[in-house]
């Protein structure tokens, strides 16, 4: 069963940064792409970078220049950097592992952006 466990969110005001953090447990880190989503209250969940085991990156046209997506194949781990935020950018940010029929979603971590 791989875990995935989100660190790192809060409360930031507009314009700051917060940099989020997915650890997983499990083996063949580097083969699997990973995710960060994020939903806001009474919205869809949507995508915001997906990232390969290459480190190839694909963001939402919202956080384009503004957010950055990395990985540390060593380390098991995912992170996700978060600049000049915007009180849009307000939602749970969860973090998500895919590899062909496996599917594995953290819990989660709320960032808050006040205006």
């Known amino acids: 069963q791989v875990q995935l466990v989100e660190s790192g969110g809060g409360l930031a005001q507009a314009g700051r940064s917060l940099r989020l953090s997915c650890a997983a447990s499990g083996s063949l880190f580097s083969l699997k792409t990973m995710g960060w989503y994020r939903q806001a209250p009474g919205k869809q969940r949507e995508s915001v970078v997906n990232?390969?085991?290459?480190?190839?990156?694909n963001y939402a046209d919202s956080v384009k220049g503004r957010f950055t997506a990395s990985r540390d194949n060593a380390k098991k781990s995912v992170y996700l950097q978060m600049n000049s935020l915007k009180p849009e950018d307000t939602a749970v940010y969860y973090c998500?592992?895919?590899?062909?029929?496996?599917?594995?979603w953290g819990r989660g971590t709320q960032v808050t952006v006040s205006s």
């Open positions: 998500r592992m895919t590899w062909g029929r496996y599917d594995d």
């Open positions: 990232i390969t085991g290459t480190g190839n990156t």
